[in-house]
């Protein structure tokens, strides 16, 4: 019965939680979609942020009234905390982008505080979603269900995934990398990476990843490994084809034509260069250490490396272990 009182309170808290997402992500597209200001890249990739974010949670507000979760509840509970941990990383990054690489360019106005009003919802949707995975982790812990997005390999990887979608967000602008086969490579690199987590994050949400031809932490490691590689050429090439006089790159800010019309009210293309470069230093990291984990966790042994992993992503465990209804 006390199980139960819990599992309904987190259902209030989670549809209250959902419902002020909702008005959130929908005031923060609807007081800029229609602004009639040229965003740029970069604030298009915000904009589809807020609309997807609302569109989805407003998926999750309609299949929860159809009780769909009651039918799959280990799957639901899986891709909820999943979702709003990306939604959360969304938020914040799109909080940010926004005001850094659009809202500061914009003069002041009833534009510019339309723009600064929709980043205020866009915080205030983060803070939103950061509770819900932190409701959703409490209720969960409480009765010793465990998910792969909550594990130190699934956070690297959700933070993999995240960090190659803001790189896309700034490499959306072709002209970057259209002429240089080297940048093209690099755009590759990014988008096989990618590729690569989703797949694993995807097995771990279908309980596949236990199906495979191979073990799991395996595939998990020659993955990482070769992401390791393919982003450390492209830390490499990016910078050196960007920024390299010698090679057609532009080394000062200054020589950017489009860093000095005062009339774009977006981040100008040196900066984007830069950006990209940032970003792809810091997700080689996030890989390096995902990297090492799976190092670590074969050094132990083969004994302690069979058990490990199936401890934390084990699709035994479910719902119904933990009397959750």
């Known amino acids: 019965m006390s199980t139960w009182l819990i599992y309904s309170d987190h259902e209030f808290v989670d549809c209250c939680l959902q419902r002020m997402q909702l008005f959130s992500t929908c005031v923060a597209f609807s007081l ?13 990739w915000t904009l589809s942020i807020w609309c997807f974010c609302f569109a989805v949670t407003l998926i999750i507000l309609i299949l929860q009234f159809c009780e769909f979760p009651s039918r799959f509840p280990f799957f639901w509970y899986k891709f909820s905390v999943t979702y709003a941990c990306y939604a959360a990383l969304l938020c914040l990054s799109a909080s940010i982008t926004y005001s850094i690489t659009y809202v500061q360019f ?34 969960y812990k409480l009765n010793s269900v465990t998910c792969y997005v909550l594990t130190v390999p ?7 995934t995240f960090t190659a979608c803001v790189i896309f967000a700034f490499i959306s602008n072709t002209s970057l990398y259209q002429d240089q086969p080297a940048l093209r490579w690099c755009v590759a690199v ?8 989703t797949v694993v994050l995807v097995l771990n949400l279908g309980d596949c990843e236990y ?52 009339l774009t009210y977006s981040v100008c293309a040196w900066d ?45 465990v479910s719902l119904q272990s933990s009397d959750v209804p």
């Open 106 to 139: 914009l003069p002041y106005g009833p534009y510019r505080d339309r723009a600064i009003t929709a980043t205020a919802f866009s915080c205030i949707a983060y803070v939103l979603y950061a509770m819900e995975v932190a409701e959703i982790w409490d209720l």
């Open 32 to 44: 800029v979609a229609d602004m009639g200001i040229g965003r740029g890249a970069v604030g298009n």
């Open 211 to 262: 199906r495979l031809p191979i073990p799991f932490p395996i595939f998990q490691l020659g993955l990482t490994l070769l992401s390791v590689l393919l982003y450390a050429s492209a830390l490499v090439l990016w910078p050196l084809y960007q920024f390299d006089e010698k090679v057609g790159g532009q080394p000062q800010r200054s020589s950017d034509v489009s860093c000095k019309d005062e």
């Open 190 to 197: 990014y988008t096989i990476c990618f590729l690569h987590a």
């Open 272 to 316: 984007q260069r830069l950006a990209v470069t940032v970003l792809t230093a810091i997700n080689l990291l996030i890989y390096v250490g995902d990297l090492v984990y799976w190092s670590c966790l074969f050094s132990v042994g083969t004994e302690d490396h069979q058990w490990a992993p199936e401890s934390l992503f084990s699709p035994e």
């Open 154 to 160: 699934g956070l690297l990887k959700m933070l993999e």
